[in-house]
Nanobody
């Protein structure tokens, strides 16, 4: 399974971005998909996941109400719509896939596949 993340860029505070993560190989519709991010000098942190079951996505408190995760199983793609961006959202954003049929987890080490990351930079 290969994951290709895209959509990052340089924006100003308050702007929006939509990240995409396209999967190839495997059975995308059976994967719980997640987004993580890593800022310079910091550990990778959980952002959101969306279960293969179609249940409501889960978000980190830091992005709740501003970010929305969705998936299109027909396109093997998961999205992260980011609104009202803040400078503290600056990070490399990674998508990840969990093939275990687990409903969802915040633990990065439980994800089986990872994308290469896309840089999001928010200026103040």
């Amino acid at each position: 399974v290969q994951l290709q993340a895209s959509g990052g860029g340089l924006v100003q505070a308050g702007d929006s971005l939509r990240l995409s993560c396209a999967a190839s190989g495997g059975t995308f519709s059976r994967y719980t998909m997640a987004w993580f991010r890593q800022a310079p000098g910091k550990e990778r942190e959980f952002v959101s996941y969306i279960s293969w079951t179609g249940d409501t996505p889960l978000y980190a408190d830091s992005v709740k109400g501003r970010f929305t995760t969705s998936r299109d199983d027909a396109k093997n793609t998961v999205y992260l719509q980011m609104n009202s961006l803040k400078p503290e959202d600056t990070a490399v954003y990674y998508c990840a896939a969990d093939k275990s049929l687990r409903v969802g987890t915040r633990q990065a080490y439980l994800y089986d596949y990872w994308g290469q990351g896309t840089q999001v930079t928010v200026s103040s």
